[in-house]
């Protein structure tokens, strides 16, 4: 199945920028991919088509990745996050986490939608962090003491265990009544710093680490023993081979280094909380939070989190520090060091920090990737709108067509009853005036494509913001230089938003004011928060001095239908978003209330040059008569269409779909009666439509003059309709003068 049209810009937006991510159809088959979801897995994209989801899923996973699937079509989980195993390429196990969004399509759900991150470097960090407390755990475990007990200052042996008697090779019996120094020292007399000569002097106890002879590493512990009264009886050594841990620790050292190393370079931010106090803190967490890794450390963590969940983030840490939970995943907002508010996707591990417990938190930044999600979930909204509006205003334009023709052909019957004319104008004014919102409607519709051509946008901004400050008590200051570039526009639908800006501007400062519009090149690089493509842009600058717009609606003020005035339809800015993205631009705005509000746009820049046209006066070149052949579903446009044609001085033929017009078009053909031009309708419901008959229609007659009409009058067909074949278009609905001029130019590009 093909992905909609107006999703393209979401995912050409994905294919470029965007996260690993996967469509899949109900059945679990690739519907669609971009270019980073093969890489993730070693494939190109041609070799990914020909995979399937039991390929690149380990297998004891796969059924958990189906069941998931499915409940996310049955709708009883259309959202959720997992993590699971993928198998790449070259048989590599990579970790993954996903999120995964029921995919609908007019009001059903046709499939899933799928985002994936690779978290591998995530789990390995984790099981690093665990491999070092257990090395650490068995080096503890395989130190050896060595027990001897000494009875007298004369250092003769009492008693020992078999490790102290193992050491030398001997049995314990031949440590008994030996002294340790003839033993172990070869000496006739104690060692100098021999810590039971200190015990049996100060009768405390003492601890001292040598290295004997070999180089090994010994720590003897020498404890009194008192008797009855007192006295002193006796003295124990403890001595313990602690080479292996000296060596150990080393290693330790060295393992932390290079642990050090890989959190440092993780795309994570990590840092470690111990009690109120943060302990440590990698590079990425500097990045993120704006502060000097060295600023981070000793930190107070609370100072990170808003005020407003601090008691929350308290309870948390006290349930992963008394047992309660072993893990927590949630998203918290907070602030950075210069204010910037960042929402942080967070995962919270209990760990030991030099033997105490510590908590080990790693966070991600997705305020980026939050944006984007809401950008996804706005324009799956509008194309909801969409689909509603391009019906309502094709239906709306069928019945306009036949209320402004008859009132075009009334007009000229007149006469000198001029209270008739003027009531005829005026109603006239009325219809276009419903044209106009039949326009904005459109401007949803899955058809509403651009009709672009190369433009001067300072021109086009200050014709457009002077036509509708007309009759305000608003000026406006502007500062456009003639050095800006052109654009690929659709001048109407760009005038339409500067239009609605500054009618935006106005109510904003209802006793009058000043606006400030203003325009300037910029290059956008890679990396920008407002999702562009790198390039050249023209950005735009609509600036009031009036009310604001208060923080809780800046949100959804390019929502449809959303609207804080009392007379107001709640389409303007929607329209406007509408038109800007698809011209693959941006729109945004900043507000205060009782300060003002600025709205910026983004235009792509072209270096192309304007190129003018010679107007052509087509009338001049054909005469108005001859046949022509009507094709409309509607019986009342067939009919008032009829009479404007022949107004015109054409006789009129008509049909009310594909077949029928077929029909005709061959018998007069057969006849030698030929048409001179065929108008048909682009949308037949039911019957064969103007794509079908276009095609058959130049099978009979490769050198037909056909102009194509629709009630969506912003239809990709009718912005590039020689590619599929027509001579010319008329939107509806239609003027006598309109009808007049669309066929002079089909008929006179004839001749």
């Known amino acids: 199945m093909p992905i909609p049209e107006s999703r393209t810009s979401f995912i050409d937006f994905i294919e470029k920028t965007g996260p690993a991510f996967v469509i899949l159809d109900r059945t679990g088959a690739f519907r669609y991919f971009n270019e980073r979801f093969a890489r993730l897995f070693g494939y190109s994209r041609d070799e990914m088509k020909a995979r399937a989801i039991d390929t690149i899923v380990q297998s004891e996973d796969v059924d958990s990745v189906i069941s998931i699937h499915g409940r996310c079509l049955n709708g009883e989980d259309p959202m959720s996050r997992h993590e699971f195993r993928g198998i790449k390429k070259d048989g590599s196990i990579v970790d993954l986490e996903i999120d995964i969004y029921a995919l609908k399509e007019d009001g059903r759900i046709t499939g899933t939608q799928v985002f994936l991150w690779d978290i591998t470097e995530r789990i390995r960090i984790e099981e690093n962090i665990r491999s070092i407390e257990h090395e650490q755990a068995m080096i503890l475990d395989t130190l050896a003491e060595h027990v001897i007990y000494y009875q007298g200052d004369d250092m003769r042996i009492i008693r020992a265990n078999k490790a102290a008697a193992d050491s030398l090779g001997l049995s314990i019996g031949d440590l008994i009544g030996k002294r340790c120094y003839d033993l172990w020292h070869h000496r006739s007399e104690p060692c100098n710093d021999c810590p039971i000569v200190e015990v049996f002097k100060t009768h405390k106890p003492v601890e001292r680490e040598v290295i004997s002879p070999d180089g090994r590493n010994w720590l003897i512990k020498g404890y009194p023993v008192f008797g009855e009264e007192n006295v002193l009886r006796g003295a124990v050594e403890i001595t313990m081979d602690i080479t292996e841990k000296r060596r150990a620790e080393e290693s330790l050292r060295e393992s932390e280094e290079k642990y050090r190393n890989v959190v440092e370079h993780a795309s994570d931010g990590i840092v470690i909380a111990q009690g109120d106090t943060l302990m440590f803190a990698n590079s990425k967490a500097s990045e993120i939070l704006g502060y000097p890794a060295e600023e981070l450390i000793g930190m107070m963590w609370e100072k990170l989190v808003p005020a407003d969940v601090r008691d929350i983030s308290l309870k948390r840490y006290d349930r992963l520090m008394e047992g309660v939970e072993d893990e927590q995943r949630y998203e918290l907002t907070v602030p950075d060091s210069k204010g910037e508010q960042k929402l942080l996707d967070v995962y919270v591990n209990k760990t030991s920090l030099e033997g105490d417990p510590a908590i080990i938190i790693f966070f991600r930044d997705i305020t980026k990737q939050r944006r984007l999600e809401e950008e996804i979930q706005k324009a799956e909204q509008l194309e909801s709108i969409g689909i509603l509006a391009g019906g309502i205003a094709h239906d709306f334009n069928n019945i306009l067509t036949a209320i402004l023709g008859n009132i075009t052909l009334a007009t000229k019957q007149t006469g000198g009853n001029k209270s008739l004319r003027e009531a005829l104008c005026d109603a006239e004014k009325a219809t276009l005036r419903a044209r106009d919102l039949t326009q904005q409607l459109l401007t949803f519709s899955k058809g509403g494509e651009p009709i672009k051509a190369i433009a001067s946008l300072g021109e086009l901004i200050h014709e457009s913001a002077s036509f509708a400050l007309r009759g305000s008590n608003v000026s406006c200051e502007y500062m456009l230089p003639n050095t800006l570039w052109n654009s690929n526009i659709d001048k109407a639908q760009v005038s339409q938003v500067i239009h609605n800006l500054v009618i935006n501007a106005v109510q904003a400062m209802p006793g009058g004011g000043t606006i400030f519009v203003a325009a300037e090149n910029i290059t956008i690089g890679n990396k920008n928060i407002i999702n562009l493509e790198p390039g050249n842009y023209i950005k735009v600058s609509v600036r009031d001095k009036g009310i604001g717009i208060a923080p809780e609606y800046i949100e959804h003020v390019f929502d449809p239908y959303f609207t804080t005035k009392k007379r107001g339809s709640g389409l303007g800015l929607a329209v ?176």
């Open 576 to 751: 406007s978003y509408s038109i800007i993205k698809k011209h693959h631009g941006h729109i945004t705005l900043e507000s205060e209330l009782n300060k003002g509000t600025t709205f910026y746009i983004y235009l792509p820049a072209t270096h192309e040059e304007i190129t003018v046209t010679p107007f052509e006066h087509h009338e001049e070149f054909i005469k108005h008569q001859g046949r022509i052949l009507l094709m409309d579903d509607e019986e009342i446009v067939r009919k008032v269409a009829k009479r404007i044609i022949e107004e015109i001085g054409f006789t009129v033929v008509t049909a009310s779909d594909g077949a029928e017009t077929i029909e005709l078009f061959s018998a007069s053909k057969e006849k030698g009666n030929h048409f001179d031009a065929i108008i048909m309708d682009l949308t037949i419901p039911g019957g064969m439509g103007g794509l079908e008959t276009i095609r058959k229609l130049r099978e009979i007659d490769r050198e037909v003059r056909v102009i194509v009409s629709s009630g969506y009058s912003n239809d990709p067909v009718l912005a590039n309709y020689a590619e599929y074949g027509f001579n010319g278009y008329i939107p509806k609905p239609y003027k006598l003068g309109e009808m007049r001029s669309a066929l002079s130019k089909v008929l006179s590009d004839k001749h």
